[in-house]
């Protein structure tokens, strides 16, 4: 039989609190037993001195003890005096405000306790009282003339419970018993609804969980605390939250991925059924536009294994101490022609005699530097300007591209470095690429340490700053 938690709960309470009560239990009914014996004693030693006092004026009145072996009674009736003398003082001390008991003896009846004195001679011969009984005495001499008569001696208290003492401690047993009982069922009425509570939060986490396991990530729990298990819910939340994110982003990445493969396979099939149907005559044009189409798919899938490869962190550097001046320039080389197809002025902000000695992989800084170049060829309007930057800052190398118009809404600047993200206003498939290429930059960035933000550019284009650590201090 499968127990739940809410039940297990409700057990451990309850035998906790079970087991606490049964100690307590233990220690009342031995404090009870102990201190009872003890009040027991600590007043039948006040009828010992009184009644020692009585035996030592018989003895000297009479010369001998004959008196009291052939008439025991008269012991019973000194004691019974001693008690009642005794009694007299205990009440005369609770009128002082001291806290004092009447005794614990009935008064003289047919139905007498067993007396707790032994009386012996000198020679420790038993007068009144069981011999069986004087190992556990405690003897006081009696003395006469200067001389010990005889002794008396004082039972342990457990030899002389009459029927009221045993009724008393009776009672006190029966009454902690019912009073340990009664605690015990409170525990279990309300350790259920105790146990409920705690665990609710719990089943609420195994329940959230279960829905998440199962891909539902809109999934969230109440928080019902603020302490450790409200702590455990919030942070359930956030991870649902964001495994919900990211799923979102999965889907929506597996579906722009489709329409960017979708687009230039499109008009790759259009063409080769145009020219298969005889629609379109083969010729260097046809075969150019081809082989464009291709190009552009080929930079679309290379763009994306580069991505995934620096996703997984199996894209490889090779670091070592490179000059970024000098790969700043041998990246900008390359595209002189373009730029000038375009009308586009480059210029160079370079302190001359500059030492940026950075530790990097040089391929990948060329990539880097390569797909900025390209983002502003692609999307600067043609006359414009690119301008390049580099400088110092808190021992940082600082690398701005910023070029002219168009430029990018505030709120999107953020969005430039996500996977297939464009700017409607100012990027379009006829001219731009897949929207990876700044995606493949920052990831390139964040491997070397260093940061990649977007800001809106005072030559009304955009502002793209690179920091990458120095090694050693740049100058």
């Given at each position: 039989?499968?127990?739940?938690?809410?039940?297990?709960?409700?057990?451990?309470?309850?035998?906790?609190?079970?087991?606490?009560?049964?100690?307590?239990?233990?220690?009342?009914?031995?404090?009870?037993?102990?201190?009872?014996?003890?009040?027991?004693?600590?007043?039948?030693?006040g009828?010992?001195?009184?009644?020692?006092?009585?035996?030592?004026?018989?003895?000297?009145?009479?010369?001998?003890?004959?008196?009291?072996?052939?008439?025991?009674?008269?012991?019973?009736?000194?004691?019974?005096?001693?008690?009642?003398?005794?009694?007299?003082?205990?009440?005369?001390?609770?009128?002082?405000?001291?806290?004092?008991?009447?005794?614990?003896?009935?008064?003289?009846?047919?139905?007498?306790?067993?007396l707790?004195?032994?009386?012996?001679?000198?020679?420790?011969?038993?007068?009144?009282?069981?011999?069986?009984?004087a190992?556990?005495?405690?003897?006081?001499?009696?003395?006469?003339?200067?001389?010990?008569?005889?002794?008396?001696?004082?039972?342990?208290?457990?030899?002389?419970?009459?029927?009221?003492?045993?009724?008393?401690?009776?009672?006190?047993?029966?009454?902690?018993?019912?009073?340990?009982?009664?605690?015990?069922?409170?525990?279990?009425?309300?350790?259920?609804?105790?146990?409920?509570?705690?665990?609710?939060?719990?089943?609420?986490?195994?329940?959230?969980?279960?829905?998440?396991?199962?891909g539902?990530?809109?999934?969230?729990?109440?928080?019902y605390s603020?302490d450790?298990?409200?702590?455990?819910?919030?942070?359930f939340?956030?991870?649902?939250?964001?495994?919900?994110?990211n799923?979102?982003?999965?889907?929506?990445?597996?579906?722009?991925?489709?329409?960017?493969?979708r687009t230039?396979?499109?008009?790759?099939?259009?063409?080769?059924?145009?020219?298969?149907?005889g629609?379109?005559?083969?010729?260097?044009?046809?075969?150019?536009?081809?082989h464009?189409?291709?190009?552009?798919?080929h930079?679309?899938?290379?763009?994306?294994?580069?991505?995934?490869?620096?996703d997984?962190?199996?894209?490889?550097?090779?670091?070592?101490?490179?000059?970024?001046?000098?790969?700043?320039?041998?990246?900008?080389?390359?595209?002189?022609?373009?730029?000038?197809?375009?009308?586009?002025?480059?210029?160079k902000?370079?302190?001359?005699?500059?030492?940026?000695?950075?530790?990097?992989?040089?391929?990948?800084?060329?990539?880097?530097?390569?797909?900025?170049?390209?983002?502003?060829l692609?999307?600067?309007?043609?006359?414009?300007?690119?301008?390049?930057?580099?400088?110092?800052?808190?021992?940082?190398a600082?690398?701005?591209?910023?070029?002219?118009?168009?430029?990018?809404?505030?709120?999107?600047?953020?969005?430039?470095?996500?996977?297939?993200?464009?700017?409607?206003?100012?990027?379009?498939?006829?001219?731009?690429?897949?929207?990876?290429g700044?995606?493949?930059?920052r990831?390139?960035v964040?491997?070397?340490?260093?940061?990649?933000?977007?800001?809106?550019?005072?030559?009304?284009?955009?502002?793209?700053?690179?920091?990458?650590?120095?090694?050693?201090?740049?100058?």
């Amino acid at each position: 039989m499968k127990i739940g938690i809410t039940h297990r709960m409700f057990l451990s309470i309850l035998a906790a609190t079970s087991l606490a009560l049964l100690c307590m239990f233990i220690i009342m009914q031995w404090s009870i037993n102990r201190e009872f014996l003890q009040y027991l004693n600590s007043f039948e030693q006040g009828r010992l001195e009184l009644l020692a006092g009585k035996l030592e004026q018989a003895y000297a009145e009479n010369g001998s003890w004959d008196f009291l072996r052939e008439n025991p009674r008269l012991f019973y009736i000194m004691a019974e005096q001693s008690g009642d003398a005794a009694t007299a003082e205990r009440q005369k001390d609770l009128n002082q405000g001291i806290d004092a008991s009447p005794s614990p003896f009935p008064p003289p009846g047919p139905h007498r306790p067993r007396l707790p004195f032994i009386v012996t001679d000198a020679d420790r011969n038993p007068i009144v009282g069981n011999p069986a009984d004087a190992e556990e005495a405690n003897f006081r001499p009696i003395v006469h003339g200067g001389k010990t008569v005889g002794y008396i001696g004082l039972m342990s208290p457990k030899h002389f419970l009459g029927p009221l003492q045993q009724e008393f401690l009776k009672r006190q047993k029966s009454a902690l018993i019912l009073s340990v009982i009664g605690m015990i069922l409170v525990a279990a009425i309300l350790s259920l609804p105790l146990s409920s509570r705690m665990v609710r939060p719990i089943k609420a986490m195994a329940s959230g969980t279960h829905d998440l396991a199962s891909g539902r990530y809109s999934v969230r729990v109440p928080v019902y605390s603020s302490d450790e298990l409200g702590q455990l819910a919030r942070d359930f939340n956030t991870m649902a939250l964001t495994l919900e994110k990211n799923e979102n982003a999965r889907r929506q990445w597996v579906a722009d991925i489709s329409h960017e493969l979708r687009t230039p396979l499109s008009v790759l099939l259009g063409e080769i059924e145009a020219l298969l149907e005889g629609i379109r005559n083969t010729t260097p044009e046809s075969i150019r536009s081809l082989h464009a189409e291709a190009l552009r798919l080929h930079r679309l899938v290379d763009d994306l294994y580069q991505l995934s490869l620096s996703d997984l962190g199996t894209l490889t550097y090779r670091k070592e101490d490179i000059d970024l001046v000098e790969v700043l320039d041998n990246s900008i080389e390359p595209y002189f022609e373009d730029l000038a197809r375009k009308h586009i002025s480059l210029t160079k902000d370079i302190p001359p005699g500059s030492n940026f000695i950075v530790f990097a992989d040089e391929e990948r800084m060329y990539q880097l530097f390569a797909n900025l170049i390209d983002n502003s060829l692609k999307y600067t309007d043609t006359g414009g300007e690119l301008v390049m930057r580099l400088t110092c800052r808190n021992n940082q190398a600082v690398i701005d591209f910023e070029d002219t118009a168009p430029g990018v809404p505030a709120e999107e600047l953020d969005k430039l470095f996500d996977r297939l993200y464009r700017v409607e206003a100012s990027r379009s498939r006829a001219t731009g690429g897949a929207g990876l290429g700044l995606a493949i930059c920052r990831n390139i960035v964040e491997a070397h340490a260093g940061t990649i933000f977007a800001h809106p550019s005072l030559l009304g284009g955009v502002l793209i700053r690179v920091t990458i650590p120095v090694a050693g201090v740049c100058s």
